[in-house]
């Protein structure tokens, strides 16, 4: 079957390093994000990516990083940067122009 | 403030009982999603709307887009515990296939 996976689905961090979650699809779908969600705050856009080797950045951007080298995968790294990284991190996809996304199961990051 | 506003916020409801969620905006949408979201897990597309007063239903969810697109309602009709979780909108908003946004949610409780 179809669909869009995320690992792991917890994530424990220690301050000052570098993490990276992943994101998989088999859905041929040609777009792909990553959204943050806090509680109270719905999902905000960190960044998306169209077609393969690029990707633009969303409206939270800052301190986190994306690569988009395959159609299928789309990983993001929560950098030292970040300076409140523990959220709950959703990757989805969707066909070109379309809205209707398919999202992964989440993955949940804790700084320690 | 949110560009998109829902309400309320949190429900609890008896199972049977019917139940109304809000999504409001000031702004015209271009397209309205809703999702459905169980704690800690990703989001399921429910409903997609476009044209001012149109309806759709699935099951006993039933969702509407008022004629200014400004504002959309999700009606569920003798409520399930299965019903619970986090209900949230999004949209197409101006200009178009830049700035998708999602309200906060509403959190729904069905008690049995």
């Known amino acids: 079957d179809g669909g869009i996976t995320q690992s792991p689905k917890y994530l424990f961090r220690k301050e000052g390093q570098n993490v990276t979650l992943s994101c998989e699809q088999n859905?041929?779908?040609?777009?792909m994000y990553w959204y943050r969600q806090d509680p109270g705050q719905g999902l905000r856009l960190i960044y998306y990516?169209?077609?393969?080797?690029?990707?633009q950045k969303g409206d939270i951007a800052e301190g986190y990083s994306v690569s988009r080298e395959k159609k299928e995968s789309f990983p993001l790294t929560v950098t030292s940067a970040q300076k409140n990284p523990t959220a709950f991190y959703l990757c989805?996809?969707?066909?070109?122009?379309?809205?209707?996304?398919?999202f992964g199961s989440g993955t949940r990051l804790t700084v320690v | 403030s949110q560009e998109l506003e829902q309400s309320p916020q949190s429900l609890i409801v008896q199972e049977g009982k019917n139940l109304t969620i809000n999504c409001t905006s000031s702004?015209?949408?271009?397209?309205l999603y809703w999702y459905k979201q169980k704690y800690g897990e990703g989001l399921i597309f429910l409903m997609m709307?476009?044209?001012?007063?149109e309806e759709k239903s699935h099951e006993k969810i039933t969702a509407k887009l008022d004629e200014k697109k400004q504002q959309s309602s999700l009606h569920i009709t003798a409520s399930q515990p299965s019903h619970a979780g986090i209900y949230l909108c999004?949209?197409?908003?101006?200009?178009?296939?830049?700035?998708?946004?999602f309200g906060p949610g509403t959190r729904l409780s069905v008690l049995p």
């Open positions: 989805a996809s969707s066909l070109q122009g379309t809205r209707g996304y398919t």
């Open positions: 859905l041929n779908h040609d777009a």
């Open positions: 990516s169209q077609i393969v080797n690029d990707f």
């Open positions: 702004k015209t949408l271009y397209g």
């Open positions: 709307l476009q044209k001012g007063g």
């Open positions: 999004g949209a197409d908003m101006f200009p178009y296939g830049q700035n998708f946004v």
